[in-house]
T-cell receptor
Framework: QKEVEQNSGPLSVPEGAIASLNCTYS??????FFWYRQYSGKSPELIMS????GDKEDGRFTAQLNKASQYVSLLIRDSQPSDSATYLC???????????FGAGTRLAVHP | KAGVTQTPRYLIKTRGQQVTLSCSPI?????VSWYQQTPGQGLQFLFE???????NKGNFPGRFSGRQFSNSRSEMNVSTLELGDSALYLC????????????FGPGTRLLVL
């Protein structure tokens, strides 16, 4: 079993729709979870960090964490073509300052 | 505040050579982590340095090594390059070594021929 599971996509949504990205992880003691966005040929950029169960909103982005289910998701409201990228889910194993990444979900927002 | 910088941005080497990559963290950040990204394996953790000490290490052979200087700048070295070492090497910095968000540099793209 991989430490982080993500649907590789591509996830295709029309402009203005809500994109829903999901991720499951294996480390029960992890406290830190992150979503990064990576455009083709570029480095990952942080979208959101989340540490507590529940929802965290930042502009058009909402991260949801459910530690009991070992599940974290990212919702992108009013999707724009500029949101087309690969979205990487990551967590820090308990006690370690290293990120464990999923394979990423490719999102395509079409006009 | 300036972001993480990495040099060089692109590099072409041949098998058997060695390479040194450099990373300057965000000002005030003392932790530097290195990652390798390939199409097949994705993003994988190499090692982390904090206050000039290697704190964490990923599952890579001993050909991959690193160090950190007193100004928090870090270098990684790959000796006896193999074709499979072709990858994007990313450096990320954080303020401390505890659960902090890591910010990535632009990466060094290494091609081994």
């Amino acid at each position: 079993q991989k430490e982080v599971e993500q649907n590789s996509g591509p996830l295709s949504v029309p402009e203005g729709a809500i994109a829903s990205l999901n991720c499951t992880y294996s480390d029960r003691v992890s406290q830190s979870f992150f979503w990064y966005r990576q455009y083709s040929g570029k480095s990952p950029e942080l979208i959101m960090s989340i540490y507590s169960n529940g929802d965290k909103e930042d502009g058009r982005f909402t991260a949801q964490l459910n530690k009991a289910s070992q599940y974290v998701s990212l919702l992108i409201r009013d999707s724009q073509p500029s949101d087309s990228a690969t979205y990487l889910c990551a967590f820090k194993p308990g006690g370690y300052n290293k990120l464990i990444f999923g394979a990423g979900t490719r999102l395509a927002v079409h006009p | 505040k300036a972001g993480v910088t990495q040099t060089p941005r692109y590099l072409i080497k041949t098998r058997g050579q060695q390479v040194t990559l450099s990373c300057s963290p965000i000002s005030g950040h003392r932790s530097v982590s290195w990652y390798q990204q390939t199409p097949g394996q994705g993003l994988q953790f190499l090692f982390e340095y904090f206050s000039e000490t290697q704190r964490n290490k990923g599952n890579f052979p001993g050909r991959f090594s690193g160090r950190q200087f007193s100004n928090s700048r870090s270098e990684m070295n790959v000796s006896t390059l193999e074709l499979g070492d072709s990858a994007l090497y990313l450096c990320a910095s954080s303020r401390t070594s505890e659960g902090e968000t890591q910010y990535f540099g632009p990466g060094t793209r290494l091609l081994v021929l």
